[in-house]
């Protein structure tokens, strides 16, 4: 909680949850990329919050962007990133979107398979194409699972068909998962790259670049390691696996750029028993999986949630939405610690919610509006 955002909202009068993000904090956390990685571009994933003023600040501070759609493309040009700041990082594309893309001046785009290596070939020729690579996501808490990448020995011909086709064969990328806890999951991907690398060598293609992606995390209930010792210990293992053969490298922090400065201020609706026996009192906040905390789902991120009586005694609750769906809830698995004196009415601050909340949001499922944002 930063003083701008208590001042903010201890000024606010209008009613329902919103987030209020601190640009300073951003700034903050872009200062701390940049200089915890001298010789690696940053990309920020425009898709953890897109929010204009954001992306203008990013952009002075020279950020570039990874995106996802040509949306994203154009509001990181609105921004004022130059189209060479600019990644279309998403393996998942129509080919009329890359030729928009490319008629914006994108010229960097990832795949991960040859149909895919086809479409840019025609809609983008003579881009640089990076083949994302399958990656274990465990540690995450937010894991990417299968959907992304192909096998690492599938990539070399992946590369190779881009070379053929005209394309600049430019590197490899892969996601550790998002939120992912432990700075030594880059390693395994690190080795299988540097054996692509070798094997396209040994056919006359030279790689340049790896793209360690994002899975920066930000602080939840539990601490995380710092952004220096990320950069540390992956750049370690990529000097151990690519010996003086050091490639460039792109990182592309999403939440580690913003989760942090963003606090979403909610209010409690209702608290309530099942039975008169329950142990358990739920209560419902005005804000769910439906307006803001999407990543809820199976109760992958635990937020902290300050309320005004947090040094009262504690007991464990449920925690849900307002919505009238009963997967609006957000903690049951494992129960929530609230203060035994919570009252109906009282606002409650959820911490860490600068990333992955605004845009998660419905256009307005039961009639509760998307979630309010201000950025500061
Ligand atoms: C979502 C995404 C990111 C950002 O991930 P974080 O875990 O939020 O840092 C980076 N790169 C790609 C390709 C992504 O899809």
Redesign the pocket.
């Known amino acids: 909680m930063t003083d701008r955002i208590h001042e903010f909202l201890r000024n606010r009068r209008e009613d329902g949850p919103c987030l209020v993000l601190d640009l300073d904090v951003v700034r903050d956390n872009y200062t701390a990329f940049a200089r915890a990685w001298p010789d690696t571009r940053v990309f920020y994933?425009v898709?953890?919050n897109p929010d204009p003023q954001i992306l203008d600040l990013l952009a002075r501070l020279g950020s570039s962007f990874?995106t996802?759609s040509v949306n994203e493309i154009e509001l990181a040009l609105a921004a004022g990133a130059t189209a060479d700041r600019i990644s279309y990082?998403?393996t998942i594309k129509k080919e009329r979107d890359i030729a928009r893309a490319y008629a914006l001046g994108v010229r960097l785009f990832?795949v991960d398979c040859e149909a895919e290596v086809e479409k840019i070939a025609r809609a983008a020729p003579g881009s640089k194409v990076f083949c994302?690579l399958l990656c274990d996501n465990s540690g995450a808490e937010?894991p990417?699972s299968r959907k992304?990448g192909c096998a690492p020995e599938l990539a070399p011909r992946v590369l190779e068909h881009a070379h053929r086709l005209g394309l600049v064969a430019y590197g490899l990328?892969f996601?550790v998962?998002?939120?992912?806890r432990n700075p030594k999951s880059w390693d395994a991907s690190l080795k299988a790259a540097v054996t692509i690398f070798r094997e396209l060598a040994e056919r006359g293609i030279t790689l340049q670049m790896v793209n360690l992606?994002?899975?920066?995390p930000t602080r939840y209930l539990k601490e995380v390691p710092a952004v220096k010792t990320y950069a540390q210990t992956i750049l370690r293992a990529l000097r151990e696996h690519f010996g003086n053969r050091i490639p460039e490298t792109i990182i592309?922090?999403?939440?580690?750029?913003v989760g942090n400065a963003g606090i979403i201020e909610a209010e409690v609706v209702l608290i309530s028993k099942k039975a008169a026996d329950d142990k358990l009192k739920w209560v419902y906040l005005d804000i769910g999986k439906f307006n803001g905390l999407a990543e809820t789902m199976d109760e992958m991120i635990r937020y902290p949630i300050r309320t005004p009586f947090d040094d009262h005694e504690l007991e464990p609750c449920v925690i849900a939405g307002p919505s009238c769906d009963s997967v609006d809830v957000l903690y049951e698995r494992e129960p929530y610690l609230l203060p035994v004196s919570l009252e109906i009415g009282c606002k409650v601050l959820i911490e860490g919610a600068g990333?992955?909340t605004t845009t998660y949001s419905t256009v307005g499922f039961n009639g509760f509006p998307p979630l309010k944002s201000y950025v500061i």
């Open positions: 994933a898709k953890a990874d996802a990082g998403n990832a994302r937010w990417l992304f990328s996601h998962g998002s939120q992912q992606g994002g899975g920066f592309e922090p999403g939440r580690g750029m990333a992955y």
